[in-house]
């Protein structure tokens, strides 16, 4: 009986998750029954909602519990189908935990074509890129003219916000912290401009570089950006709400905003949960792939190898220290 | 010489405004030079946003010192013309303090028709009616399907708002405080439900009448409301905010809400200022005409009778005692 390598959890995180609370288990292969497809999998995700997620504190979902899964997307190739709609050797992208090989639901699982990287159906085609495209296009309606800000401008969500801004027209302006993801910014994703937020002056080279005021804001940090962004915002602008990351591990209390300063800035203050977009995956794919293909759009993956690597990858991940879309190369197919 | 009598502020509040914070002065007749219009008042309008312009919480605005005039619209007749494009006799809106005869800047004043009621044009027609229109129409957009709630719903805001989401094929919901001022809603503005708010179980019989859920909610009051409002909004739901109305004199620090649960309804939070659409008036007024010639459109006046009712009127409206549009007839001929 062939033996598969799994990440699970070990103890539930009391504060920001490391490393030691995961660990690599041994389990015997799965196989695949009616209505499932057996995948090997070729890169994990992982993804930075997975920190609340295992506090309880994402969506209402229930947190994993010690020996469990862990959520996530995986891309990988069918090994046995249990579905006529998928076949040996499909390229697939849905849930199975961090596993080397693992079982994932054909009614929950996507084919995706095999003529793009692999790795690129987790980042900037994957539900980061599903975000950012719902988030600029479905949301805030980004066109010419308007002058695009966004946080953790470093990273998939926002980094391909930008991108996908800029090729609609818009002035981009990303903030990100510290030079070395700044330059990523200007030099691989090509913003406008980029503001290194760990600099004491921050909010006035971005008011600066925003002037006379963004008519468009996409919040993926919290209140720390969320607040002298809302400042500078012109009025109507709108801001996408995507993610509040420093508030999921604080023992601070939820993040708060001012209801006058929205009213002043006639905001509108726009909810986005990128689970509603799930039905819409391939109009972001085909919308992305002649820009991928013209070197419009560009992905900055951050890839560890191996199963083992994924517990100290993934607290990378939380603590900040990634460049890019957080990956593990699972097998060598990849 | 003739004189003309005048409210004017007697010392700043500190609290919600009382009668004893105004005087009546008497003054002669100013007169009008170069670009001005002497106009005689024949209602002036009282509005709640004035109880935040007198302790400078007002969208910046200084507050007015004692021996100020104080703000808000008056609908009058003009007696004598510094502006060829109006001549004696016209019926004029625009601002001149709380005051029998004044003069108003003729470039920031009004010709309204003389085939509607004067009072119609500082309540259903007058900035609350515009305010209501901008936030239903222009923000939120609401059509037929929409499940519409409003607050401060006996209001001229809320009243207005609810009425044109009807017209527009809303199921309408006001919430108001009483049961008089609930049988306004059902009975007079044709809501198709009210809900008292100071009844205990207000919320449940909240959500039953909006069953499954507003999908446009409209604040006038502040968080007691928004909050519960919030949690049963439908996903994508839009939230106008126009006032906070509740706040704007108390000690608690200003009004805050949860990001999160923004993100959690995927809402749409639109902060409404009406100042953005004075230029756009008559556009308001046209559409409005029709209806209120047909009787779709109705308005329920509050009126107090001469110049020294007026602190008191304006006290009854800071109390919330004020049964519609809160008004003072300054003279017979209205």
Known sequence: MSMVREVVLKRAPTATPVAEDFEVVERAAPTALSGQLLVRSLYQSLDPYVGSRLRGRHMGEPAPAPGDSLPGFSVGEVLASGDPAFAVGDRVVGEMGWTEVGVMASA??????????AAAHLGVLGMPGLTAWAGVTQLAKVGAGDIFS??????????????????????TVGLAGGPEKCAVL??????????DYRQPD??????RETAPGSTVHFENVGLSILMPAMQRLQTYGRVVLCGMAEHYHAEAPPAQMPVGMVIGKRAAMLGLVVYDFYPRWSEWVELARPWIAEGKLVSVDDVSEGVESAPEQFARLMRGENRGKALVRMSDAG
């Open 108 to 117: 929950e699982t996507r084919r995706v074509s095999g003529d793009l990287p």
């Open 150 to 171: 966004v946080d953790a401008a470093a990273g998939p969500v926002g980094g391909t916000a930008g991108q996908i801004a800029r090729i609609l027209g818009a002035r």
């Open 202 to 207: 921050w909010i006035q080279t971005f008011a």
């Open 186 to 195: 200007t030099d691989i994703y090509g913003f406008d401009a980029a503001v």
